[in-house]
Nanobody, 125 residues
Framework: QAQLVESGGGLVQAGGSLRLSCAAS????????MGWFRQAPGKGREFVAA????????YYANSVRGRFTISKDNAGNTVYLQMNSLEFEDTAVYYC??????????????????WGQGTQVTVSS
């Protein structure tokens, strides 16, 4: 079982950058695919980005492709989300999630077994 703790959220002006981190407990992190999701006020949770257990494959929502980058440090049990050119519409609580093994449907939140508590990202316009 994995425990996930997100950090790095905060308040930033539009056009700015933030890097979110998600630290995972457990020795099996290297075998987990990881994802980032977000939930804005009054909206459902939506897929942002995902990465395969090896780090060799990445997936992005159309709304963030080219601005966000997901990466995975298996030695450090951490997954990152580098967010550049932030927009007001990126304001949300960001959650990281983990799935043991493969990731056939990275956009599907029900694929993921473990979730963090979330970190707030607020972009001022």
């Amino acid at each position: 079982q994995a425990q996930l703790v997100e950090s790095g959220g905060g308040l930033v002006q539009a056009g700015g950058s933030l890097r979110l981190s998600c630290a995972a407990s457990g020795r099996a992190f290297g075998t987990y695919a990881m994802g980032w999701f977000r939930q804005a006020p009054g909206k459902g949770r939506e897929f942002v980005a995902a990465i395969s257990w090896s780090g060799g494959e990445t997936y992005y929502a159309n709304s963030v492709r080219g601005r966000f980058t997901i990466s995975k440090d298996n030695a450090g049990n951490t997954v990152y989300l580098q967010m550049n050119s932030l927009e007001f519409e990126d304001t949300a609580v960001y959650y990281c999630a983990a799935k043991p093994g493969g990731l056939p449907r990275p956009h599907n939140e029900y694929e993921y077994a473990y979730w963090g508590q979330g970190t707030q990202v607020t972009v001022s316009s």
